[in-house]
């Protein structure tokens, strides 16, 4: 019964190069949520996916950041020319459908360090 | 804007002891509360969900009350156990169309059980 499955767990980058964050939502789920949490910060909405579609980004960066859900494999959030200001913990997230009040299932994260 | 607001920051208290956090939230249109459990280094995971009409739930040891006319919540732990060590993060969620992803997070409180 695997859960919602990031990697990788953890990251170093350079600033000037580019992270790529995996996210396999679980079984049955065609819904992915990215969320970003600062140094002693709440989460933050980023973007929300459904299968090859975006649905809503507005909480994404709209310089260096995006993201992909294809048809086949997993969800992908990727940061060009990383800055020290991008290092923080990325939560993939899914759900069954896209209905309120609905759980949504958390993966363990990917923490970013651009150093 | 909307907003939430965890008190305390951070408590300490012994095993075996209750204890109970609290949460103010302005978000509007309200549509549903959600309490996660976050250990350091993980993923959150889901304790409960209520929506408008509920005003208590529980999960074994945790017991969540909403009271939506003063837009106020608390999660009551019971006889903690040192597992329960973790950070309660207060989530809400704004009634958008009957999307699910609209959430805004707390900064949550840092519980930690000293045997």
């Keep these: ?115 | 804007k909307n907003q939430v607001e965890q008190s305390p920051q951070s408590l300490i208290i012994l095993e075996g002891k209750n204890c109970t956090l609290q949460c103010n939230y302005t978000v509007s249109p309200f549509s549903n509360l959600r309490w996660y459990k976050q250990d350091t280094g993980r993923g959150p995971v889901s304790l409960t969900i209520m929506t408008f009409s509920e005003n208590t739930k529980s999960n074994g040891r945790y017991t969540a009350t909403l009271d939506a006319d003063t837009k106020q919540s608390s999660l009551h732990i019971t006889a903690s156990q040192l597992s329960d060590s973790a950070s309660y993060i207060c989530v809400v969620s704004a009634d958008s169309g009957g999307s699910n992803y609209k959430l805004t997070f707390g900064k949550g409180t840092l519980l930690t059980v000293n045997p």
């Excluded at chain 1, 992270?19 to 969320?35: D, E, F, I, Q």
């Excluded at chain 1, 494999?73 to 940061?79: A, E, F, N, Q």
């Excluded at chain 1, 997230?93 to 958390?106: D, L």
């Design chain 1, 1 to 115: 019964n695997a859960g919602v499955m990031q990697n990788p767990r953890h990251l170093v980058r350079r600033r000037g190069q580019e992270a790529r964050l995996r996210c396999s939502p679980m079984k049955g789920h065609s819904h992915v949520y990215w969320y970003r949490q600062l140094p002693e910060e709440g989460l933050k909405f980023m973007v929300y996916l459904q299968k090859e579609n975006i649905i809503d980004e507005s909480g994404m960066p709209k310089e260096r950041f995006s993201a992909e859900f294809p048809k086949e494999g997993p969800s992908i959030l990727r940061i060009q020319q990383v800055v020290r200001g991008d290092s923080a913990a990325y939560f993939c997230a899914s759900s069954q459908t896209g209905t309120e009040g609905n759980t949504i299932y958390f993966g363990e994260g990917s923490w970013l360090t651009v150093v």
